[in-house]
Each structure stands twice: as structure tokens, then as C-alpha cells.
């Protein structure tokens, strides 16, 4: 008869002060890192509320008077273009095509992850590898390919651009979302004669909610702050909110006061979107990190 060795406990050893020291200098590591982050937002919105004359003092003065000058310029009341067209435009732009794109890279990576086919992963490197072609090179035939079919300034055509441009990161991310949805409750589902279309909307995606909040909020940012394609393949018609903002950049000169308060008002849809979907954004980018 041998005698089982027995492995002795590993214990964390360090005195409880210690460890409390460790974590305070963590998190005061991460206040740093915050509010080294936050600190340029935090002087574009306070420069927005400058006159020009104030925004371009150098070094800056901090107390300044306020006022509501850019704002007000940047909506019309000096009689420059309204911004309302061109924020409507992103909107449609970019709702539409983050709806395509949950239609068509829901059933995509179904099929990856939940019934996947074989070699997935070289279709999961294929959707990955269109990413790797620089966007500047495919902007001459696609100017080309709008030109000869009448859609230039046109913004269903941007939708469908981006609608391209963010399937590949949507199907890619919602394959390892749907990977962790557990395969017996959709047998069930299937053995009570659910269809795949019933599946996917009443059991798959309910349960993979927070991976496709994230997913949606990733592809609403990436098309709503696209500036090349809407610059070349735009005009008057379809002007989107980035555009809009360069427009402030002219021959006269750079006026940062209003460029400062249109740079934030372009951002609040971004910023609300990402507040009003934090939790499901923090669920679904951790989703799969812990097992």
C-alpha cells in the first residue's frame, strides 16, 4: 500500500493591510486613467461655451465668461445651415444599417457557433480579412459603381455601405455571444415544432440579449462617426452629421468655439445610446470572459 501524498493548501499569505494598500493603488491607478480620458471632453465642452476670442487665447483662460454663441451658430441663428438635415441623415444612416445588420449576422452566426458548418473558423477569417483592405482603396470604384447608377448623394446607398462595412465585426463578435447559449434549450424548443425563425427570435436572441445590445451600439458608433465615404459619395441631399462638421473649416479660418460646441452636439447620440445601454454593453463585452 502506497501512501497518497497530500498537496498542501496554497493560501494567500500577505497580511490584510497589504492587500487593501494593493487594491486602493489599483484603483487609484483607474481614477487616473479616467480622468486623463475625460479631461479632453471636459475642455472641448467648456471651450464651447467660450467666444471666439476667448476659445482662441493662448494659454487658455479658464475664467472666461460663458456663453451660448456656439450653440447658436452652429443651429442656424446666424443664418448659416441648419444642422437638423444632416443629423437626420446620420440617424437613418446609421439605425438602418445597424438593423440590416442584426438581420442578417443573427442567422450567420447561428449557424457558426449553435449548428456550425464545417472549417467555421476559416468563414469566421473570411469575414475577418474584409476588414484588412484599407478603405481609401476600394473608394474609386465605389464612387465609380454610384456614379454609373445614379446614387450619388443618396443615403440609402451609405446604408448599405455600412451595412458591408459592420457585418463582418457583427457576425464575428455575435458567434462568440450565441456560442454560450445552451444547445438543450433550443432542442426543446425544436422538439415542440419551433421553426428556426421562431427560434431565433423567441429563444436564441432573448437569451444573447446583452451580446447583440453590445454589437448593435458598436455598429451604431462605427456608423455614426464615418467621415470618408459620407465626404466623397455625398453632397447636399445626404450630408451626414460628420460632414456637416467639417464644413466649419474654412479659408476664414478655424473657429473652435463653434467647432467645440458642434462636436458635441454630433456626440450626445453616441454618448446617450452608450448610457442608455450600459448595462447590456458590460453584460454582452464580458459575456464568455468568465466560465
Keep these: 500500500m502506497t501512501a497518497t501524498a497530500v498537496r498542501p493548501v496554497v493560501t494567500d499569505t500577505k497580511p490584510a493591510h497589504t492587500r487593501r494598500r494593493a487594491g486602493a493603488g489599483l484603483g487609484l491607478v483607474a481614477w487616473l486613467v479616467g480622468i486623463v480620458f475625460f479631461l479632453p471632453i471636459a475642455w472641448m465642452a467648456l471651450t464651447s461655451f467660450h467666444s471666439e476670442s476667448d476659445a482662441a487665447t493662448n494659454p487658455p483662460s479658464f475664467a472666461a465668461s460663458l456663453t451660448l454663441d456656439g450653440y447658436r451658430e452652429f443651429f442656424g441663428a446666424g443664418g448659416g445651415a441648419s444642422p437638423w438635415p444632416a443629423l437626420a441623415n446620420s440617424a437613418v444612416a446609421s439605425i438602418a444599417s445597424t438593423l440590416f445588420v442584426l438581420v442578417l449576422a443573427l442567422p ?50 451609405l446604408v448599405i455601405l455600412y451595412t458591408s462595412m459592420n457585418l463582418p465585426i457583427a457576425v464575428w463578435m455575435m458567434q462568440s455571444f450565441l456560442a454560450e447559449v445552451p444547445v438543450a434549450i433550443i432542442e426543446a424548443a425544436r422538439v415542440d415544432g419551433a421553426k428556426l425563425p421562431t427560434i431565433l427570435v423567441r429563444v436564441v ?18 456608423s455614426w462617426n ?25 479659408s476664414q479660418g478655424l473657429f473652435l468655439a463653434k467647432v467645440c460646441a458642434a462636436s458635441l452636439v454630433i456626440s450626445l447620440p453616441v454618448l446617450a445610446a452608450g448610457f442608455a445601454a450600459q448595462d447590456k454593453l458590460v453584460q454582452g463585452l464580458s459575456l464568455g470572459a468568465v466560465k
Design 108 to 157: 450567420a452566426a447561428y449557424a457558426l457557433s449553435i449548428r456550425p458548418v464545417k472549417k467555421w473558423t476559416d468563414v469566421l477569417f473570411f469575414f475577418l480579412s474584409t476588414k484588412m483592405l484599407p478603405v481609401v482603396a476600394g473608394l474609386l470604384p465605389i464612387y465609380l459603381f454610384a456614379k454609373n447608377t445614379d446614387m450619388l448623394d443618396n443615403i440609402w446607398l
Design 205 to 222: 436572441a432573448p437569451i444573447a440579449l446583452p451580446g447583440i445590445a453590445a454589437t448593435s451600439l458598436i455598429c451604431f458608433i462605427f
Design 226 to 250: 464615418e467621415l470618408l465615404f459620407a465626404r466623397v459619395l455625398t453632397g447636399v441631399v445626404a450630408e451626414t452629421a460628420p460632414v456637416f462638421l467639417t464644413g466649419f473649416i474654412t
